[in-house]
């Protein structure tokens, strides 16, 4: 019980780690790359906003970053797959690696889950989606919840915090027990 409330604190907070991708997240999207950091801000990794066009918080930019980010796990590149993922404060890219295994095994993430949910979810802002739980789910983050969106569908839930550098996932549940 303890290993999954662990898991699941690490996936909602350091699957947030703000603001996106790096190294292929640049040539995937059009977007520059900064190296990783595990600064005050609790963040880390470069950016990824989604296609090459946008400079504002949508769908596909979202699923962009699921979709690596699931490449990254599945590859076991655990060092490319923080990247993707906002470490909340009083966590570090550390903590996260080390639980990252998890996230597969349990099913949180998965490719198949990805494309599914991105098709088919509920997108909009994380009140959108998540109603009254959204302001619990950001705070948990550590981010603001004006600058977080979410994407659900089917008991698969994820969360993203958006900044000027793009999107970090903040939580990701069940996205691997979606099937096409």
């Given at each position: 019980?303890?290993?999954?409330?662990?898991?699941?604190?690490?996936?909602?907070?350091?699957l947030a780690?703000?603001?996106g991708?790096?190294?292929?997240?640049?040539?995937?999207?059009?977007?520059?790359t900064?190296a990783?950091?595990?600064g005050?801000s609790?963040?880390?990794?470069?950016?990824?906003?989604?296609?090459a066009?946008?400079?504002?918080?949508t769908?596909e930019?979202?699923?962009?970053?699921?979709?690596?980010?699931?490449?990254a796990?599945?590859?076991?590149d655990?060092?490319?797959?923080?990247?993707?993922?906002?470490?909340?404060?009083?966590?570090?890219?550390?903590?996260?690696?080390?639980?990252?295994?998890?996230?597969?095994e349990?099913?949180?993430i998965?490719?198949?889950?990805?494309?599914?949910?991105?098709?088919?979810?509920?997108?909009?802002?994380?009140a959108?989606?998540?109603g009254?739980?959204?302001?619990?789910?950001?705070?948990?983050?550590?981010?603001?919840?004006?600058?977080?969106?979410?994407?659900?569908?089917?008991?698969?839930?994820?969360?993203?915090?958006?900044?000027?550098?793009?999107?970090?996932?903040?939580?990701?549940?069940?996205?691997?027990?979606?099937?096409?």
């Open positions: 019980m303890i290993k999954i409330f662990a898991v699941t604190l690490m996936l909602a907070a350091c780690l703000s603001p991708c790096k190294d292929d997240a640049a040539t995937k999207t059009g977007a520059g900064g990783a950091t595990s005050g609790g963040s880390s990794g470069g950016v990824s906003r989604g296609p066009t946008s400079s504002s918080a769908r930019g979202a699923a962009m970053v699921l979709d690596m980010a699931a490449d796990l599945d590859a076991k655990y060092d490319k797959a923080v990247a993707y993922f906002h470490v909340p404060p009083g966590r570090s890219p550390e903590d996260f690696k080390k639980q990252a295994p998890a996230l597969v349990q099913q949180e998965s490719k198949e889950g990805v494309e599914v949910l991105a098709a088919r979810g509920k997108w909009g802002t994380l959108e989606v998540y009254d739980r959204a302001k619990n789910l950001a705070e948990r983050a550590g981010v603001p919840p004006e600058q977080c969106y979410g994407l659900s569908h089917e008991g698969a839930e994820t969360a993203f915090h958006w900044s000027d550098q793009g999107f970090k996932i903040i939580r990701c549940n069940n996205v691997g027990k979606l099937k096409k």
